[in-house]
C-alpha cells in the first residue's frame, strides 16, 4: 500500500515540477511572467468592463495572457520570419525553443497581410462623403499627422534606433493597424508595446483630447456653428477610391497597400454592384483577422520583451505623439477659422488623428457643451477619414525612408 501511495506521490510530484505553477518558484524571473498576467488581467477588464476598443483590446489582452503562461510556448519568438522558415526546411537548428501557434499565426503579422485586410474592412464600412463635401479637410487630416514627425525626433533624441523611432512616432496616428504594419517592419521586436500602446491611446480618445481642445481654443471658437455641406454624387463616390489610390500609390508605393485596400474596401461600398462581398468584407472577413491580428500581437509580449525601461519610454512617446497629432490638427483648424473669417469650427481639426469614429464625436461633444445647437459630427467626419489616408501616406513615408 506504501508503495502505491509512494508512486501517486511521485507521479504528482512530477507533474506539478514539470508545470508553470513550479516555474514561478523555482525560476528567478518567474515573477515577470506574474506581473505580465496581471497586465493581461487589467487590459482584459479595461476592454470587457470598460469596453475601451474590446474588438481588438479583448483578443490582444487573452493574446498576452497566453504568451505569459510558463511552459505553454505559445509566445512569439521568431521575429525573423525567414529564418524561421528556413529552421522549418531544415536548414537550420532550433535553439532553446520550438516554434508554436503563435509562430505560425504571427506569419500573416509579419508578412504584412492581416492589416491591410483590416484595412479592406474599414474601407467597406466608410462613407467619405464629407471629405468629398469639403476637401480642405484635407489639410486638417495631414496636419494631425505632424504629431508623428516630432516624436520621431524626439525618439531619436532618446538614443532610439531611426527604425525603432518610426515605429514609435505611428503611434501619434492613431491607427492601430497602421502601427502594426510599420512596426513589424521596421522594429518587430516593439511590436507588442506599440501595439498596446497604440490600442490604448486609442481608446482614451475621449480622455486625452478635449483639455488639448479646450487648451489651444477660445469659447468664440468653439461656439462656431458650421454651414451644411453640399449633396455628394455617386459617380463622386466611386472616382474617389479609384484616384486616391493611383494618385498615393504613385508617390509612395510603400502606402499601396494599405491605400490600395482601404480604397477597394470603400468601392465594394459605393459601386452598388457588390453588396455580397462588402458586407463580407465588413463582417465575416472583418471579424477573422481581428482575432488573429489581435491574438498574435498579444502573444508577441513575453515577459522578456514586455518588463524593461524601453516600454516605459515607449508608452511616454506614443502619449507624445498623439496629444501633439491633436494639437497639430486644433492649430490648423484655428488657421482655417483666421482665414475663413470664423466660418471654420477649429475642433474638427482634432478629428485628423485617424480614430473613426470616435475622434470625430470627441468633436461633436466638446463643441456642443459650449453651443447646444452645434452639430459638428458630420464636419468633423471629413478630417477625421482624411486621417485615415494620412496616417497610410504617413506609414509609406517611414516605410520609404527606413526600410
Known sequence: MSEILQ?????ISSIFANSGYAYFFTNQDGWKNLVMLCVA??????GIKKGFEPLLMI???????????????????YHDLAGFFDLLKGRGEFVGCTPGLMDFLYFGVKAGIY????????????????????????????????????????????????????????????????????TSQ?????????????????????????????????????????????????????LFPIMVT????????????????????????????????????????????????????????????????KTLGIVALGLAAFVLGTACGVLFGKLMYIFSKGKV???IGSAGVSAVPMAARVSQKVGQKENPSNFLLMHAMGPNVSGVIGSAVAAGVLLTLLK
Open 7 to 11: 508512486g501517486v506521490w511521485q507521479a
Open 246 to 309: 493611383v494618385i498615393v500609390s504613385l508617390l509612395l508605393p510603400d502606402a499601396a497597400s494599405l491605400v490600395g485596400m482601404l480604397m477597394l474596401g470603400n468601392l465594394l461600398k459605393e459601386s452598388g454592384r457588390t453588396e455580397r462581398i462588402a458586407k463580407a468584407a465588413q463582417n465575416e472577413l472583418m471579424n477573422i483577422v481581428t482575432i488573429l491580428l489581435g491574438i498574435s500581437v498579444g502573444a508577441t509580449t513575453s515577459a522578456k520583451s514586455f518588463l524593461n525601461l
Open 41 to 46: 488581467f487589467f487590459f482584459l477588464w479595461l
Open 186 to 238: 521596421l522594429a518587430p521586436e516593439l511590436l507588442g508595446t506599440i501595439a498596446v500602446a497604440a490600442y490604448s491611446y486609442m481608446a482614451l480618445v475621449p480622455v486625452i483630447q478635449p483639455p488639448v481642445m479646450k487648451l489651444l481654443t477660445t469659447k468664440k471658437e468653439r461656439s462656431v456653428v458650421m454651414d451644411g455641406l453640399r449633396p455628394v454624387s455617386k459617380l463622386e463616390k466611386i
Open 345 to 347: 469650427n477649429p475642433l
Open 59 to 77: 483578443p490582444i489582452a487573452f493574446g498576452m495572457l497566453l504568451a505569459n503562461l510558463p511552459g505553454a510556448n505559445l509566445a512569439v519568438q
Open 115 to 182: 492589416p491591410p485586410l483590416i484595412f479592406l474592412g474599414i474601407g467597406a464600412m466608410t462613407d467619405f462623403s464629407s471629405l468629398i463635401a469639403n476637401p480642405k479637410s484635407f489639410i486638417l487630416g495631414a496636419a494631425a499627422q505632424f504629431g508623428i514627425f516630432f516624436t520621431y525626433i524626439g525618439a531619436i533624441l532618446l538614443k532610439f534606433t531611426p527604425a525603432q523611432a518610426g515605429s514609435i512616432a505611428i503611434i501619434g496616428g492613431a491607427d492601430g493597424p497602421t502601427a502594426i504594419f510599420v
